[in-house]
């Protein structure tokens, strides 16, 4: 039996100050105060900035970090270690995003690491994976899939709770979404490579990341392989969040 959560994932990235953070959760929370959900079973998550993660803010949402350092503690000037976050009331982390490995220059065993991290402190990795223009044009896109979860899950165990996040580099923050034929191709894919390395592929929720909004989330949200959303930008509009949350509550 299939048995794939969806989720509605917020990745405010560096935006939103304490003040402007808590106005924004107090519109959300007035929009889903005003309306009535029938299942309220899709997982609403934000990732807000570290100074932001806070659960008497965050009341009516899971709570995600958009990273965390690989180790558990010690001398790491700068950093938070997931031991803390969990402390705040954080469950999931966002790790191997396209902007970490390009400007931190986070590698695939850099963010193994991290995964391990993550699931000794019961914070759920929202593994975010996903290709360059080039490696689509020269189809290497599988090799480099294959090679990110390869690494990425090495000595993850198959029962742990694990999210992928499909972010192809050329779709974040451009306004270029990827065609529901692409979406569809490549998340059967990731399903197939997870079998291969001995996950149970159909049974990760797999989301999408990419220019979401509200005007392309109802047909990707319709794709049987997609079961949520990883969303930057449009995030940063309550009501752009809220409804987009609407589109994927009502699919399920
Ligand atoms: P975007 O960002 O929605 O602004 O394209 C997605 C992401 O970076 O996770």
Known sequence: MINRSKY????????????????YMNLFNSFLNEHTFSKNITNRVV???????????????????QN????DSGAFTGEISAKMLKEQG???VILGHSERREYFKESNSKINQKVHTSLSNNLIPILCIGETLETRE??????????????????ISINENIIIAY??????????????????QVHIMIRKILNDIGFDGENVSILYGGSVN????????????????????????????F???NFVEESV
């Open 8 to 23: 509605c994932v917020a990745n405010f990235k560096m935006n939103k100050t304490l003040a402007e953070t808590k106005k």
């Open 47 to 65: 990732c807000p900035s570290y100074i932001c993660l806070n659960k008497d803010i965050f009341n009516s949402v899971s709570l995600g970090s």
């Open 68 to 71: 965390i350092n690989e180790n």
């Open 90 to 92: 954080v469950d999931y």
């Open 138 to 155: 020269n189809n290497l896109i599988e090799d480099f899939i294959l090679r990110q979860l390869t690494v990425s899950l090495d000595g």
């Open 167 to 184: 972010e192809p580099i050329w779709a974040i923050g451009t306004g270029k979404t990827a065609t529901s034929k692409i979406v569809t």
């Open 214 to 241: 509200r005007n392309n989330a109802k047909e990707l949200i319709s794709l049987n392989e997609v079961d949520g959303f990883l969303i930057g930008g449009a995030s940063l509009d309550a009501k752009h969040f």
């Open 243 to 245: 409804d987009i949350y």
